[in-house]
């Protein structure tokens, strides 16, 4: 049709008539003209590769290069997630996939090591444990197993058993055969400060001064959700200061951070989003069931990206939480994700950029320097940045709090308690502003 008409206009314009045509239709056939053109180049190349290269090319592969190339020439965060791995990402936004209920690691070939089995799960139930060595999976050797294909066979569809064979630590046994009906597994990501004698976490972190301690690993689907509950059960509990932690926390969706952030305001700005073919929109707290009263603290340090800088900013530029620790990552754009060839594979592409309530983009850009406005900083007096080393300790620190061991294994005679492995200053600094604003009743009632 569009050929047909280039046709037409050229034949009228020979016989020395002259068409007018609106400016606009003419920009929208130079750019249809050009984007054919184009087309049409890379379709020549990839036939040429196809036919000609020295050696046979898989064209799924060599398409899939092409896309990928594509992406990497517009930012670190566009991407393109081909069929093996959808139902992995899949997993990661939705927080839930048919398991058995653990975290494993595999420090060196041949060795899959249960990190923490997850309470209530199939695993739990059966009583594997923190530190057990899997040496078999439904009959093949773990030995013959990358980290990625053990997970792989553990996972599968809910209902289905799976067969495990188990070596439990300090044990002169032979490996344990254990059989393990998979259900549906959903992966918190809200999480306290260390699990209770009911092996529930426990987000009461001083029960003596009622303050509370709420973790985000990431922002998920159900993650307002979980910290509506955890909030719930420190509320019950009388609560009087809140410790949010976000460090290490990448992000996720942005929708949960919106939510969370709702929680805590009764009115005012939490966060915009602009694109260039996105609709600008904003949106405002609602003054609904809301924590608004409780005084609040929330760690970030420069791995605390894109939903978490989100919820963060909101609650500085708010006055709602004093930000404590260092500053955050700065990754202020917004992905959607494209389902591809019938939800087989999808796009994760850059469509706008999101903006804190005092209007400032929290997107560092390549060309940025340290000296200029980008990411979350945290209140004056409250700048603690940790190390290398620190750092280092820190994760190591939380591996070792986070473990869901059995009641016979820990021992309050222990001197070489987590807690006593790292002196986590930030924690410090914001149970002391804390301390501070609860001894100022007459601001809290």
């Avoid at 130079?30 to 064209?59: C, G, H, P």
């Avoid at 690691?105 to 060795?111: H, I, L, M, W």
């Avoid at 444990?129 to 809910?158: F, H, Y």
């Avoid at 410090?428 to 007459?442: G, M, R, V």
Wanted: aromatic share 8%; hydrophobic share 35%.
């Amino acid at each position: 049709m569009r050929l047909t008409s280039l046709c037409l206009v050229c034949g009228l314009a020979a016989t020395g008539l002259v068409i007018a045509t609106p400016a606009g239709a003419a920009d929208d056939t130079k750019k249809d003209r050009e984007r054919y053109e184009l087309m049409e180049l890379f379709a020549e190349t990839f036939q040429q590769i196809d036919s000609n290269y020295v050696r046979d090319v898989d064209r799924r592969e060599l398409m899939e290069a092409a896309i990928q190339g594509m992406l990497r020439h517009l930012d670190q965060y566009s991407s393109f997630i081909p069929p093996p791995d959808v139902r992995r990402f899949t997993q990661i936004v939705e927080q839930e996939f048919g398991g058995i209920g653990i975290t494993v690691n595999s420090p060196r070939p041949g060795r899959l090591i249960v990190v923490s089995p997850l309470p209530g799960t199939p695993a739990y139930r059966a009583g594997v444990r923190a530190g057990d060595l899997i040496v078999e999976v439904e009959g093949e050797s773990t030995e013959n197993l990358s980290l990625t294909d053990a997970v792989k066979k553990l996972q599968g569809p809910v209902g289905r058993p799976v067969v495990i064979k188990v070596v439990h630590p300090g044990e002169d046994s032979e490996p344990k055969e254990i059989r393990l009906v998979r259900q549906l597994i959903k992966a918190p990501t809200v999480l306290g400060d260390q699990y209770s004698d009911k092996d529930e976490w426990e987000f009461m972190y001083d029960d003596e001064k009622k303050i509370g301690y709420i973790r985000l690993s990431h922002f998920s689907r159900y993650t307002a959700q979980e910290v509506k509950a955890a909030l719930d059960n420190v509320f019950e509990r009388k609560v009087r200061g809140l410790v949010i932690d976000l460090r290490y926390n990448p992000g996720g969706l942005l929708e949960a951070a919106i939510e969370i952030a709702d929680m805590f305001l009764e009115d005012g700005n939490i966060v915009s989003v602009r694109g260039r073919n996105v609709p600008e929109r904003s949106w405002d707290a609602k003054k609904r069931d809301t924590y608004a009263k409780i005084p609040m603290a929330v760690l970030v340090n420069g791995f605390s990206a894109s939903a978490s800088e989100v919820l963060s900013a909101c609650l500085q530029d708010n006055k709602r939480a004093v930000i404590i620790g260092e500053r955050t990552w700065g990754k202020g754009s917004v992905q959607n994700i494209i389902r591809m060839e019938e939800g087989e594979s999808a796009l994760k592409l850059t469509t706008a950029s999101y903006h804190r309530p005092s209007g400032v983009n929290i997107h560092r850009f390549p060309d940025m320097k340290s000296e200029d406005v980008w990411g979350v900083t945290p209140d004056e007096g409250y700048r603690i940045k940790y190390d290398r080393q620190q750092q280092t300790q820190w994760q190591r620190y939380r591996r070792e709090r986070d473990v869901l061991r059995p009641a016979e294994e820990v021992s309050a005679d222990d001197d070489d308690t987590p807690e006593e492995a790292f002196n986590d200053t930030q924690l410090i600094a914001a149970i002391d502003y804390l301390d501070s604003q609860l001894e100022k009743p007459e601001e809290n009632e």
